[in-house]
């Protein structure tokens, strides 16, 4: 009897052991899973911890008060490709490959070449299991800038951000293999893509609950179509009115290929589909709670440019940019300041508010301090990593750049408070000077008052970039 009670204690000792390292290895080896959850054309104002009043957002609202909210935080680029390009290789669009939306036909976008070190190789580099799930838009299928090429495990979604504006369309992408959505065929509309998108997400998180993950969220709401299942549509239709109507394409070549479908009730479709967004972003922390991972987690919610106004969208109605002057496609504040929004339990201090300058080419140099270890790449990145400890030890930036290759071409720098923005860049340029910190909505044009300041900043600006092989001014 001795003999089977001192074997069934050293079994239960070894087991609890077991399960007590299992859960506990992520902090043992000092590798937090990384949760970066990135909306696709969401305004500064379209969240309710942001301001947002015509719809609220109470599960991104639940990280905001459980972490840090950044009232500072600027998006890579004004347009999507270039956005992504900047977050993955933390250059700047005057340093970084892919400057704008260029495409490849039929499917996908010029690819960021093979030698980019990425965010997504640096994590892998360091046991992460490394997934991405959304719209990609840095290299055609195969390519060398195909996710699977750039240090991702997994990938399943949209490559082709062109094919990306359709919620219902003919296929995904699951890694290397092409998913034909046969609900989806001729004018079907069953297989809604961002709920498929979202599902396998969350089976990432369950494989790889036993090992650090870095899960690339990068949905495709709110952008473009303006398209929700009909359960959230059903929450605000009438509710929203005066409705806008769009009349789309639901025919011929574009259909379901960039094209945008007819929506007879705009805002009530704009809000379901944010909603759709939180309930997404609350099932993934309920599922990493679930799991027993939360304290070993770190969230990060934020958007790739501002607000569009494309297919039906109206962010004037929705103020989704607050006092913020511009849209998407602007160097204004409106076109590139987005929501910044990190918990980490245990780290992070609740319910707290920075004002913090930062960008998305910050996030390399972060997630690298996070993981203790020092780049051998240059990036034009700061670690905010005291920021979000707040260790008052926080690095600032000079100043930061952007430029545009669309519409005459546009450039912009921040320094300090001090904004400039140049546009018809290839022509005669026009230039625009703000005190942003008197003037946050950009409204009073310094440029011809201010002329030393205009100076000063024009040379900066002139020295801050270098031609890319495909991107010239």
């Known amino acids: 009897m001795k003999i089977k009670f001192f074997v069934k204690v050293i079994i239960l000792i070894i087991l609890t052991s077991c399960n007590k390292n299992k859960k506990d290895l992520p902090n043992q080896i000092n590798k937090p899973n990384i949760v970066y959850i990135l909306a696709d054309d969401l305004g500064y104002g379209d969240l309710s911890c942001y301001g ?19 009232t500072q935080h600027y998006s890579g ?42 965010i997504s190789k640096l994590l892998k580099e360091h046991g992460y299991a490394t997934g991405a799930f959304g719209k990609w838009g840095l ?52 297989q809604y893509a961002p709920e498929l998108i979202h599902q396998k997400a969350l089976q990432f998180i369950d ?10 969220y990068p949905s495709v709401i709110p952008h473009a179509e303006l398209f929700a299942p009909n359960n959230y549509m059903d929450q605000f239709l009438g509710k929203l009115n005066p409705e806008k109507v769009f009349n789309g394409i639901d ?16 805002h009530a479709a704009f809000a379901a589909m944010v909603n759709l967004l939180d309930d997404q972003v609350g099932e993934i922390v309920q599922k990493i709670k679930d799991l027993g991972l939360e304290e070993h987690t770190i969230f990060i919610f934020t958007s790739d440019n501002g607000p569009h106004q494309e297919g039906g969208a109206d962010p004037d109605y929705f103020d989704s940019n607050g006092i913020l002057k511009g849209y998407k496609r602007d ?21 707290r508010q920075t004002n913090h300058i930062s960008a998305f080419w910050d996030v390399m140099p972060t997630f690298a301090n996070i993981l203790n270890t020092k780049l051998d790449t240059k990036t034009d990145g700061i670690s905010f990593l005291p920021t979000l400890l707040d260790t008052g030890k926080q690095q600032k930036h000079d100043y930061l750049y952007w430029e545009f290759h669309e519409l005459k071409g546009r450039q912009a720098i921040r320094k300090d408070n001090w904004k400039l923005v140049k546009y018809n860049v290839k022509e005669i340029p026009k230039y625009f000077l703000f005190d942003l910190d008197t003037d946050a909505g950009e409204t ?30």
Not at 207 to 216: A, E, H, I, Q, T
């Open 331 to 351: 160097l204004f504040e409106g076109g590139i300041r987005v929501p910044l929004i990190v918990k980490w339990r245990g780290k992070i201090k609740e319910g």
């Open 139 to 190: 290299g055609y299928p195969g390519s060398e800038g195909d996710p699977l090429n750039q240090g991702f495990d997994t990938f399943y979604g949209f490559n082709c951000q062109r094919l990306a504006h359709n919620y219902y369309p003919y296929h995904l992408w699951d890694n290397d293999k092409m998913v034909l959505l046969e609900g989806n065929s001729g004018i079907k509309q069953e």
């Open 444 to 473: 009073n044009n310094l440029s011809e008052t201010n002329p030393g300041k205009l100076n000063e900043l024009i040379k900066i600006l002139e020295n801050a970039r270098t031609d890319s092989e495909v991107f010239k001014f």
């Open 251 to 266: 025919e011929g070549d574009k259909y379901k290929n960039g094209g945008y479908g007819t929506q007879e009730h705009g």
């Open 207 to 216: 494989k790889n609950k036993d090992r650090p993950f870095f899960l690339y």
């Open 52 to 70: 947002q009043t015509r719809f609220s957002t109470p599960n991104i609202d639940a990280l905001a008060q459980g972490g840090v909210l950044f």
């Open 77 to 118: 680029s004004t347009v999507c490709a270039p956005s992504r390009s900047s977050l993955m290789t933390g250059l700047h669009t005057g340093h970084t490959f892919v400057r704008g939306n260029k495409e490849v036909r039929p499917e996908g976008q010029i690819p960021i070449p093979d030698s980019t070190y990425t």
